[in-house]
């Protein structure tokens, strides 16, 4: 399997934060994000400086782009925990659209990239790193799991807004923007 499909089959795997955000309910959540996050920071600080820890460190080898191991080894991680806690606490007074906002970001970006780097032909003028394709191939995804805490027609436009953002350049950290732009739009309606 290839880097970047084992990257994304991660970050897909954050889609099963919502059901324990609407399981465990806001403070528990927020909860487990602020240690998430503390930890993760933890383990990439060690990490960067040579300390090796068990199954984690072998995962951030076979998973962590070159580019980005050296700067900030798990930033993918760290910058999802930290839209995601974001979304709760913005969103706190609708956990559905928290909820949603997440699973946006998990199953939307994820699925992007497997899509773009698969089927890519069209690129996105703004963002030439970016397709057409890869943004279909995360909006149907994202559609169909914000659909679950939302009702249809807040998560067309929650994932559209979500996917848009998705698609800005890369200096701005996707992580962060996909859930807040998403979920602001889906406060909004």
């Given amino acids: 399997?290839?880097?970047?499909?084992?990257?994304?089959?991660?970050?897909?795997?954050?889609?099963?934060?919502?059901?324990?955000?609407?399981?465990?309910?806001?403070?528990?959540?927020?909860?487990?994000?602020?240690?998430?996050?503390?930890?993760?920071?933890?383990?990439?600080?060690?990490?960067?400086?040579?300390?090796?820890?068990?199954?984690?460190?072998?995962?951030?080898?076979?998973?962590?782009?070159?580019?980005v191991i050296d700067k900030f080894p798990g930033k993918g991680t760290i910058t999802f925990f930290i839209g995601s806690l974001f979304a709760l606490l913005l969103f706190r007074s609708n956990i559905n659209i928290a909820c949603a906002a997440i699973i946006i970001l998990a199953l939307g970006d994820s699925f992007s990239t497997l899509a773009g780097k698969r089927y890519g032909r069209h690129k996105i003028v703004y963002s030439p790193e970016k397709s057409i394709?890869?943004?279909i191939g995360g909006f149907i995804p994202a559609f169909i799991g914000a659909a679950i805490f939302v009702s249809p027609q807040i998560a067309i436009v929650g994932a559209i807004v979500g996917m848009a953002a998705e698609t800005l350049p890369a200096k701005i950290e996707d992580n962060i923007i996909i859930p807040l732009a998403a979920g602001l739009v889906m406060f909004l309606l």
């Fill in 1 to 67: 399997m290839d880097l970047e499909t084992k990257r994304q089959l991660i970050h897909m795997s954050g889609g099963v934060f919502p059901f324990y955000v609407f399981y465990v309910g806001l403070f528990a959540s927020v909860s487990t994000f602020l240690f998430l996050i503390i930890a993760a920071l933890i383990i990439s600080y060690g990490y960067k400086n040579g300390v090796r820890f068990p199954i984690i460190s072998e995962i951030v080898d076979s998973t962590e782009r070159a580019s």
């Fill in 133 to 135: 394709e890869g943004t």
